[in-house]
């Protein structure tokens, strides 16, 4: 099996790869070995030690995506402003290698002046989402440890916003003092329903509404499912109601992991919005693949 070229989905916690053919995907392999884990002359091992067993006599093009391309990874790739194109084939980054079987490229990231934004990877998504939807006007979420928002029109990104929301859950589920309230498993819809309704009615009051949260579980044996859930709600409900320029009245579509992208459209449900969703893996690879098809290093 020798593939025309391979995708890479490059983050700062894992390394993907996908062997690529004419008709598709024709393997797939991982690793954890994301760009935050590795010094610059680790990068091309790495790759390696994931690819090998794909690469044939002659050279093989490799198309990357995500924090690989940032300042602390492998190669820079500068960002791109928007309002642009999620994606242009000009913008591919070519990566010195010392193996001569392969030639890596990167996709930079985009950057905004105001407010100031960046974001490396999602790019990529949004570039996919618009090849499998060509016609689409609107509003993409991108739901995550940064989640983001953006607008876009005539094929472009016109504007996005990025929200701390995932991180934040992260850093509060586990190492906050709600931790001791929090562990195990679980969820509670109706918990998550109260937090999100919370957040979008008051705003203001998030610093109380999460210390309630570790109040109701000393006195008032509120489960950790249900303070779980709670606090995802409160979270999503304050990025709901920052981003509701973005989202009111406007189509809107997610990529995402799947659990997390229907806790969203649940909560945009609440608001009276109808959702669509779309897999993130499928939006990557579509959007890799859109310069393979363009780029000289996939012929």
């Known amino acids: 099996m020798t593939p025309d070229w391979i995708a890479v989905d490059?983050?700062?916690?894992?390394?993907?790869?996908?062997?690529?053919?004419?008709?598709?995907?024709?393997?797939?392999?991982?690793?954890d070995d994301g760009m935050g884990r590795l010094a610059r002359d680790q990068f091309e091992p790495a790759l390696l030690a994931l690819i090998a067993p794909w690469l044939g006599q002659g050279v093989t093009p490799v198309i990357a995506c995500g924090m690989v391309g940032s300042r602390q990874g492998w190669f820079?790739?500068?960002?791109?402003?928007?309002?642009?194109?999620?994606?242009?084939?000009?913008?591919?980054?070519?990566?010195?290698?010392?193996?001569?079987?392969?030639?890596v490229?990167?996709?930079?990231?985009?950057?905004?002046?105001?407010?100031?934004?960046?974001?490396?990877?999602?790019?990529?998504?949004?570039a996919?989402?618009?090849?499998?939807?060509?016609?689409?006007?609107?509003?993409?979420?991108?739901?995550g440890t940064h989640s983001k928002w953006a607008q876009i029109s005539a094929g472009e990104v016109v504007s996005f916003q990025t929200y701390l929301t995932g991180e934040l859950f992260a850093l509060l589920s586990q190492q906050s003092v709600l931790r001791h309230g929090m562990a195990g498993g679980g969820w509670d819809d109706a918990a998550f329903d109260?937090?999100?309704?919370?957040?979008l009615s008051r705003p203001d009051r998030i610093g109380a509404l999460l210390f309630t949260l570790r109040a109701e579980g000393l006195i008032a044996d509120l489960s950790p499912a249900a303070a779980r859930a709670r606090l995802s709600g409160l979270l999503i409900g304050i990025e709901l109601a920052a981003a509701k320029p973005y989202w009111l009245g406007q189509p809107v579509t997610l990529i995402g992991a799947d659990a997390l992208c229907q806790s969203y459209a649940r909560a945009l449900a609440a608001q009276g919005l109808s959702a669509q969703l779309l897999p993130a893996t499928e939006c990557t690879l579509a959007g890799l693949a859109s310069l393979a098809r363009t780029s000289e290093t996939a012929r």
């Open 10 to 31: 490059w983050g700062t916690s894992n390394l993907r790869a996908w062997a690529m053919g004419p008709t598709g995907v024709l393997a797939h392999a991982a690793s």
């Open 76 to 103: 820079e790739a500068p960002y791109r402003a928007v309002p642009c194109a999620p994606l242009d084939h000009g913008g591919l980054v070519r990566v010195p290698v010392q193996d001569p079987r392969i030639a």
């Open 105 to 126: 490229h990167i996709a930079p990231g985009l950057k905004q002046a105001r407010p100031a934004d960046v974001m490396r990877g999602e790019e990529t998504q949004i």
């Open 128 to 143: 996919g989402a618009l090849a499998l939807r060509p016609a689409f006007d609107g509003v993409l979420c991108l739901p």
């Open 194 to 199: 109260t937090g999100l309704s919370d957040a």
